[in-house]
């Protein structure tokens, strides 16, 4: 029997699929469609439009975009929602509300009738939970990004969030500018809609959909409100119907190479550290698991070469108009698995051939001659962090990356807020800040509560940085010597737990180490005292299903039950099989 297509594909099962078919026709008509229209390919178009969502807020002229493409290649697009997922609007987390996206995806693009899917996100979570979706689901699929909000200006100083959300704010705690500034700052961080500016995570995740070949070519760094964003746009529709009959599933394009030249890219760009846990989903869909001491092998031999915040000091519109990523991966080209298939259906080699010559631009380095001589990430391990914790470090203090320091411990978020600011906090500028229950369990939903405000009593004396420690995340956008991701999380009984006030921690970020000055047998009297919670008997709905079903930072934040039962591959593992 014949693959059903079309309108054709998941019928509605009433026992007789010619009236399921009859039924689904009679009713789409009623749209005004006709018999010619619905005989096309249909290609899905995942629209993640919401009032909640300005990193979204030119969804409609994208979908426009996107119809006209899949129009002129002879497909019939029709669009539909799905959850929308911004990062200041979404309680308790957005990483919380990941794996219901993805969820969400996946199951519409299962029960509706597409041939192939265009998938529209930008803000942080949406783009590697609609990816996440997709590899399972595994129909054709492409990613299409919003694209980055255009910089504003303040008083003279270009700005733009949200590095320079967190940089003025840091003034404003720090008393060295007042409320009216602060105000007048708000008013420009954010000049028009699209994603943060700098290479937080939205710009990382944009960057790497196009590193795994699962973008267009040269589709990551255009702003949101330009012309460039809106041709992408189209021909992400005209190549959506192109991928159809050249069956270019999410398996032939996420394969382990693949990954490994994502991987290249992340640390290359200075990219969030959140990129590490959504590659590690995303593989893990593919049944590919992602090495983190491996992927620290990587980081010591691939440069920062991106100078964008928080890391250098440009912002991503700078980066588009210095190439985009294609400049990127041309000088990491010798690191990179050239023979990668991408969904244009040559190889990244073949595309970075065909791409226009390089020109002059300060704002990607060449790998002589890099900002940062190592990958923006390194993964560091200890009795602190058995199973491995994260650090920024080329957003990183230089004069801290080697440091012990008297742990200085906030219990949880509360506690940290009611203490961070008391004028009698012990607390000094040489001692690590340390929070504990805000990992996936935790908080729940691993908040970007990593990135521990300076007390206000030293932010008023100049200290800029300090060591600070946690099981949660940081925002790609934020800089600071910062340690995240500590796996197993404190909630669960990780070693986290057990610090208390007056520890002593040593933090060696060139030896990868990270460890808690304790002896053994006091941290065993110690774990034997913890308690465990009570269940929570009110528990319900989809937290009960994520506490009950959330794996920890090492092992992406999935849920279990949405892994395959094997990993065939892992990555990284081998050199480069082309250049």
Partial sequence: MAERTGLKKGLTNYGDLEFSLFLRKAFIKGAGYTDEALDRPIIGIANTGSGFNPCHGNMPQLIEAVKRGVMLAGG????????????????????????LMSMDTEELIRAQPMDSVVLIGGCDKTVPAQLMGAASAGIPAIQLVTGSMLTGSHR????????????????????????????DVNNQLVASVGTCSVMGTASTMA?????????????????????????????????AVAMIAAGMTPDRILTAQAFENALRVLLAIGGSTNGIIHLTAIAGRMGIRIDLDQVDVMSAETPVLVDLKPSGEHYMEDLHKAGGLTTVLRELRPLLHLDALTITGRT????????????????????SQPIYPRGGIAVLRGNLAPSGAIIKQSAAAPELMVHEGRAVVFENTQDMAERIDLPDLDVHADDVLVLKQIGPIGAPGMPEAGYIPIPKKLARQGVKDMVRISDGRMSGTAAGTIVVHVSPESACGGPLGLVR???????????????????????????????????????????????????????????????????????PRSKPSST
């Fill in 348 to 367: 990244l080699g073949e595309e970075l051939d065909a791409a226009p010559p390089p020109f002059s631009q300060n704002v990607v380095r060449s790998l």
């Fill in 207 to 239: 960057c790497l959909g196009e590193a795994l070949g699962i973008m267009l070519p040269g589709g990551a760094s255009a702003p949101a409100v330009t012309a460039d964003r809106t041709r992408i746009a189209e021909q992400t529709g005209t190549r």
């Fill in 156 to 183: 003279g100083t270009r700005v733009g969030a949200c590095t320079d959300c967190r940089r003025y704010w840091g003034h404003y705690r720090a008393d060295e500018i007042d409320a009216t500034e602060i105000a």
């Fill in 76 to 99: 019939i697009p029709i669009e539909f929602p799905t959850i929308s997922i911004h990062e200041s609007f979404s309680h308790p987390t957005s990483m919380f509300l990941r794996n």
């Fill in 501 to 571: 006030t007056g520890d002593r921690i040593e933090l060696d970020v060139p030896e990868r180490s990270i460890s808690l000055l304790v002896e053994q047998a006091e941290l065993e009297a110690r774990a034997r005292q913890l308690t465990s919670p009570e269940p929570d008997p009110t528990l319900r709905g989809y937290r009960k299903l994520y506490l009950e079903s959330v794996l920890q930072a090492d092992q992406g934040c999935d849920f279990d039950f949405l892994l395959p039962t094997e990993f065939t591959d892992s990555v």
